[in-house]
């Protein structure tokens, strides 16, 4: 082990009893060098319960100057001198000096290292957990494939204003909740880059308190006042998230009894901020989110800790001590501001002020696809239903269309007729061949072959990837008709 500043050198004699302990010995162990020399070493700085063992260990150690700890580096545990426990490594050497044998022992504190191999493993679990949910995710979008477009072709089929129709529209809509539950889950997977858009708060904290409420203990009541219709800018899913470890916190803190948990949503003024809670707002419009609980709450000292990286009250394993960081990282990003609350014994509230915009009129579910001009085109997927629900798609635009199940399929037909397909439509991840690699090849043999790319994976680099080998668009997963349709009508007959 390589000395540091920070190690403690510490020697004992025969008697055991220390006869040099230096600076970094007395930060670590908190007692100075006159409280100690001459004392007995294993009283002072080794925990209690390995005493035992210690002096096992010394006997053999001043019989022979050997012993098992010689010239090795040990994990063992020290003692501070008001009592607690640390963990510490020992690099023990020997050393005879008229016939007796005297140790050197140097000690370095390694709660730290051990902090950083806690936190490490971690985000080690946290990115395994991410590639999951990434690749569930993007089985998940070929599936929703299937059901939103056998939806929508049913839709087609059924007269609007019937019972029918009314039922199909109602699957759209939970198709399209699922959609945007898939895009979740890849932006938390960081299979997709971060969007910014308008989002309506109420209808996030709606979305959150139906996953919180089957997970939370029924001893917790959640109790909603959602008065604010209000749109911030903001992605979508780091509002989610906002919500979410705001509201686990808060179950924390209940977890003892019963408690209630309260959420609300109300419109503010700035001049109402500044009279309330703080004087530097600018000028506008604000949301103000607010989550309380009547749980133990905190002191001034940890609620003035709350928003530091790492620092938490959870037990070891429970917490990571990020999630009110995150938020306020995130509230930061978004020019607002959090304001916190807390007493302890009488619960703890987090006020989140927002900035809003303007109120976006919602787009119509979905309207009937127009036909198109016509034109033979190249389907391909290797998901046999995706495959399916695209060729009925797009032949009800009025499309010749042609399908295959993979990359080296699709080359295979179009080398054998390059000049007649009009377009060609391919899915970004397929075995043996990419969608990239498929269009890269297909260019090589026609050059102005028009291509769109299919994925559920929305990374920059993906995209900047499908420009740089020719690609014309890039739709996303699952397929929804009138999108292909304006994708196909834009490559085709560009302005």
Not at 96 to 106: F, K, L, M, N
Not at 206 to 219: C, D, G, Q, W, Y
Not at 230 to 259: R, W, Y
Not at 414 to 420: E, G, M, N, V
Request: hydrophobic content about 40%; charged content about 25%; proline content about 4%.
């Amino acid at each position: 082990m390589s000395m540091s500043p920070q190690d403690s050198i510490i020697m004992m004699d025969a008697s055991g009893c220390i006869s040099y302990w230096n600076a970094a010995a007395e930060a670590m162990f908190g007692w100075c060098a006159d409280e100690v020399l001459g004392r007995d070493l294993h009283s002072l700085i080794v925990p209690e319960r390995f005493r035992k063992d210690y002096e096992t260990g010394l006997k053999l150690f001043f019989q022979s100057g050997k012993g098992n700890a010689i010239d090795k580096t040990l994990e063992l545990s020290g003692c501070h001198k008001d009592g607690h426990e640390f963990p510490i490594e020992l690099t023990l050497g020997a050393v005879s000096i008229r016939g007796e044998w005297h140790s050197i022992g140097v000690v370095r504190d390694v709660a730290g290292k051990r902090k950083l191999e806690f936190q490490l493993l971690h985000a080690e679990k946290m990115e395994s957990v991410a590639t999951l949910a990434g690749g569930i995710a993007h089985d998940f979008n070929n599936i929703l494939s299937s059901i939103i477009g056998f939806t929508e072709l049913a839709l087609d089929d059924a007269d609007e204003g019937t019972l029918l129709y009314s039922n199909l529209q109602e699957v759209m809509v939970a198709g399209n909740r699922a959609k945007d539950l898939v895009r979740q889950i890849m932006k938390f997977s960081r299979q997709t880059d971060s969007v910014t858009e308008p989002v309506q708060v109420k209808s996030v904290v709606e979305e959150t308190v139906k996953l919180i409420r089957a997970s939370f203990p029924s001893t917790i009541e959640i109790v909603t006042d959602l008065k604010s219709r209000a749109f911030v800018l903001a992605d979508p899913s780091h509002i989610h998230q906002i919500i979410l470890n705001l509201c686990t916190n808060a179950e924390h803190a209940m977890e003892d009894s019963k408690g209630v948990l309260s959420i609300s949503l109300s419109d503010v003024t700035a001049e109402e901020v500044r009279e309330h809670i703080r004087s530097d707002v600018k000028p506008g419009s604000y949301i103000r989110l607010k989550i309380g609980d009547t749980g133990k709450g905190m002191t001034t000292e940890i609620l003035s800790k709350a928003f530091s990286p790492f620092f938490t009250t959870k037990k070891q394993g429970e917490g990571t001590g990020m999630g009110l960081p995150i938020v306020h990282g995130i509230v930061s990003s978004l020019n607002g501001f959090i304001h916190p609350h807390s007493e302890p014994g009488r619960g703890s509230s987090f006020d989140i002020f927002l900035p809003v915009m303007e109120e976006r009129i919602p787009k119509p579910l979905r309207t009937k696809a127009s036909s198109s001009q016509g034109g033979h085109l190249m389907f391909v997927d290797d998901e046999a239903s995706v495959v399916k629900i695209g060729k009925i798609l797009l032949e009800r635009l009025g499309y010749t269309v042609e399908t295959a199940g993979g990359g080296c399929e699709a080359l295979e037909l179009f080398k054998a007729s390059p000049s007649k397909y009009s377009l060609v439509i391919t899915d970004l991840t397929m075995p043996q061949m990419t969608g990239i690699d498929l269009a890269k090849e297909m260019i090589r043999v026609r050059e102005d072959i028009p291509i769109i790319l299919c994925t559920g994976y929305e990374k920059n680099h993906s995209i900047t990837q499908a420009t740089e080998a020719g690609i014309m668009a890039v739709v996303s997963k699952p397929i929804l008709s009138d999108e292909i349709a304006e994708t196909i009508g834009r490559v085709l007959n560009p302005v």
